[in-house]
């Protein structure tokens, strides 16, 4: 049952659950790109500290 202060915002019972699922997938898609800022920002510092370990663990040139 919708709440009788929702019923007169949008009109119908159907319209309410549309207007709901918009909105739930504009958050979702919000999430999904907010994760995957996250995600690319965490896959870049893994892959600059492999970068370093390989570099520091590797025989030093000496002979110049």
Known sequence: ???FWLMNRCGS???LH????????EFLRWM????QTRLAATNGA???????IQRDTQPQD???
């Open 13 to 15: 019972v159907a319209n």
């Open 46 to 52: 893994i892959a600059a500290l492999e970068e370093q």
């Open 18 to 25: 549309q207007t709901c699922r918009e909105s739930q997938l």
């Open 62 to 64: 000496t002979a110049a």
């Open 1 to 3: 049952m919708v709440p």
């Open 32 to 35: 999904r790109d907010y994760l």
